[in-house]
């Protein structure tokens, strides 16, 4: 009758010990991960070789929307600054060029050269496309699309490559139009309960909401032969509240702060800075 | 005495298996650590090597796979950081330091590719 007692108790024993090596084992695999935080800096190639230019001219840029501004001379003055400190380029010193006049004189040329027959008109544009008016006031981005064609006037371009001795021109179109939208924005409110204790509660309203959306296509082209290389549009906007009053201006450079590393990324290598998590 | 002979062969299995799984695990966790030491000194070429070391060691560990993506991501060798960070996510898909690691690198990928246009 006494027997089973020790063989029960080395049992128990024997089992114990399996269940502690097994938790050591699922200790061992399961250890929780320890995580590490580090600074990295991502290389980001240039997208364009421009080792064969030694100058830019940043030409000027079809530009509408706001009359608050002048878009064409902020955006020519930003970008060379920009370039004059970012790049190994040389910057050109020269006025902003008027290219929706320009655009508005060679439509002139080409209608007039097709109802006189006296000029030859570009072979490099659309016949079509000769026809087409050009909107004097630009407040919209379908006011730009007509313009497009200027820069695939490659003769215009090689001239004014010419002129500055071959350099990589950048020129484009810059819309900065007023915004307004409404809809339920999301905010932090503070509140203390009867006890003094504060509370933030997230509080959704409807709002009328004013400001500016931006939308540059800069576009590359290579002095000496005129031709387009490369382009790139972006697009960025910022809302305030209506009790808000920013001027379009400080707008304007918020604006342009965001997408300056972009086009700057298209001409020399960069480095974005960040932090990432290691893990074990 | 059944029970007592079940509980001899858990025993064995336990003591057999896990520490063979454990040891490809502390092996490549080993490398891992390596590597994040000397990715801490800026020695992410060696750090590099390291992580590559225990995504061979143990294929299954995920947090090699971030770390590889990260030092890739460093070097600039972004598909490859890509494809490391899809694999890490794929090990492990509910981790959150993954998720965002791959979020930060997609960001910035999304902010230099832009709406282009080659001729």
């Known amino acids: 009758?006494?027997?089973?007692?020790?063989?029960?108790?080395?049992?128990?024993?024997?089992?114990?010990?399996?269940?502690?090596?097994?938790?050591?084992?699922?200790?061992?695999?399961?250890?929780?991960?320890?995580?590490?935080?580090?600074?990295?800096?991502?290389?980001?190639?240039?997208?364009?070789?421009?080792?064969?230019?030694?100058?830019?001219?940043?030409?000027?840029?079809?530009?509408?929307?706001?009359?608050?501004?002048?878009?064409?001379?902020?955006?020519?003055?930003l970008l060379r600054s920009q370039l004059r400190s970012k790049s190994s380029l040389r910057v050109i010193d020269a006025d902003a060029m008027a290219l929706q006049d320009v655009a508005q004189e060679q439509n002139r040329t080409a209608n007039g050269a097709s109802a006189t027959n006296e000029v030859t008109p570009d072979p490099t544009?659309?016949?079509?496309?000769?026809?087409?008016?050009?909107?004097?006031?630009?407040?919209?981005?379908?006011?730009?699309?007509?313009?497009?064609?200027?820069?695939?006037?490659t003769s215009y371009w090689r001239r004014i490559g010419e002129e500055y001795q071959n350099p990589l021109i950048v020129t484009g179109t810059v819309l900065f139009a007023p915004n307004t939208r409404s809809g339920y924005v999301s905010r932090d409110v503070e509140r203390y309960d009867g006890f003094g204790r504060r509370q933030v509660i997230p509080e959704r309203s409807f709002q009328e909401?004013?400001?500016?959306?931006?939308?540059p296509k800069f576009v590359f082209i290579d002095g000496r032969t005129g031709a387009t290389i490369y382009s790139e549009s972006y697009r960025e906007e910022v809302l305030y509240t209506a009790?808000?009053?920013?001027?379009?201006?400080?707008?304007?450079?918020?604006l342009m702060d965001r997408l300056v590393p972009n086009f700057l990324s298209a001409l020399s290598s960069q480095k974005v800075k960040g932090t990432r998590s290691l893990l074990n | 005495?059944?029970?007592?002979?079940?509980?001899?062969?858990?025993?064995?299995?336990?003591?057999?298996?896990?520490?063979?799984?454990?040891?490809?695990?502390n092996e490549a966790k080993a490398q891992v650590d390596?590597?994040?030491?000397?990715?801490?000194?800026?020695?992410?070429?060696?750090?590099?090597?390291?992580?590559?070391r225990a995504i061979q060691i143990d294929p299954t560990y995920g947090a090699a796979f971030n770390d590889l993506a990260v030092g890739y991501e460093h070097e600039g060798q972004l598909d490859k950081a890509r494809q490391a960070y899809e694999k890490a996510l794929q090990l492990e898909p509910d981790n959150p330091q993954i998720r965002q690691n791959f979020e930060l690198f997609k960001e910035i990928n999304?902010?230099?590719?832009?709406?282009?246009?080659?001729?």
């Open chain 1, 1 to 77: 009758m006494t027997a089973p007692a020790p063989m029960k108790s080395g049992r128990n024993r024997v089992l114990a010990f399996a269940v502690a090596v097994a938790t050591v084992g699922a200790a061992t695999l399961a250890c929780g991960p320890s995580m590490f935080e580090i600074p990295i800096e991502t290389p980001i190639k240039a997208k364009l070789d421009v080792s064969s230019f030694q100058r830019v001219l940043i030409a000027g840029f079809v530009a509408g929307g706001s009359d608050d501004i002048d878009t064409n001379q902020e955006t020519v003055r």
């Open chain 1, 125 to 153: 544009a659309p016949a079509a496309a000769q026809a087409l008016p050009l909107p004097l006031r630009i407040r919209e981005e379908k006011d730009l699309e007509p313009y497009e064609r200027l820069f695939a006037n």
């Open chain 1, 209 to 215: 909401r004013k400001g500016f959306v931006l939308r």
């Open chain 1, 243 to 254: 009790q808000q009053n920013t001027p379009a201006l400080s707008s304007y450079f918020e």
């Open chain 2, 1 to 25: 005495m059944k029970r007592a002979i079940a509980a001899c062969v858990l025993l064995l299995v336990t003591t057999a298996i896990a520490p063979l799984l454990a040891d490809q695990r």
């Open chain 2, 34 to 52: 390596f590597g994040i030491e000397v990715a801490k000194r800026g020695l992410w070429r060696e750090a590099i090597y390291r992580w590559e």
């Open chain 2, 110 to 119: 999304d902010r230099t590719g832009a709406n282009e246009k080659r001729p």
